[in-house]
């Protein structure tokens, strides 16, 4: 498994950006995949993540700003975030494990990760 993001940049409050994520190795198909972030002087955090059948969860913070999209069969997942703020200012990864029955929400559900693109929003 290889886990590639794609998409950050700098963009202005307010503005659009769209993640994606690519397997280069996909050896297996995932249960669960999602996206975390980790601002400057945070702790990483949970922002999103959609299960096979293709339900998805949301951090309350970025509820009805964010949406995320996903191929499980391909382990591709994508994050489209709108109306960014300057306090989505983040290294964001995705994440994708074959376990299932896991709180998606925490890191340690996640068996590989990418090395993150970094999204900087201004004010």
């Known amino acids: 498994v290889q886990l590639v993001e794609s998409g950050g940049g700098l963009v202005q409050a307010g503005g659009a950006l769209r993640l994606s994520c690519a397997d280069s190795?996909?050896?297996?198909?995932?249960?669960?995949m999602g996206w975390f972030r980790q601002r400057p002087g945070k702790e990483r955090e949970f922002v999103a993540a959609i299960i096979q059948s293709g339900s998805t969860y949301y951090a309350d913070s970025v509820k009805r700003r964010f949406a995320i999209y996903g191929d499980n069969a391909k382990n591709s997942v994508s994050l489209q975030m709108n109306s960014l703020k300057p306090e989505d200012t983040a290294v964001y990864s995705c994440?994708?494990?074959?376990?299932?029955?896991?709180?998606?929400?925490?890191?340690?559900?996640?068996?590989?990760w990418g090395p993150g693109t970094q999204v900087t929003v201004s004010s």
């Open positions: 190795g996909r050896t297996f198909r995932s249960s669960v």
């Open positions: 994440a994708i494990t074959s376990r299932f029955g896991l709180v998606v929400s925490t890191w340690s559900a996640y068996d590989y």
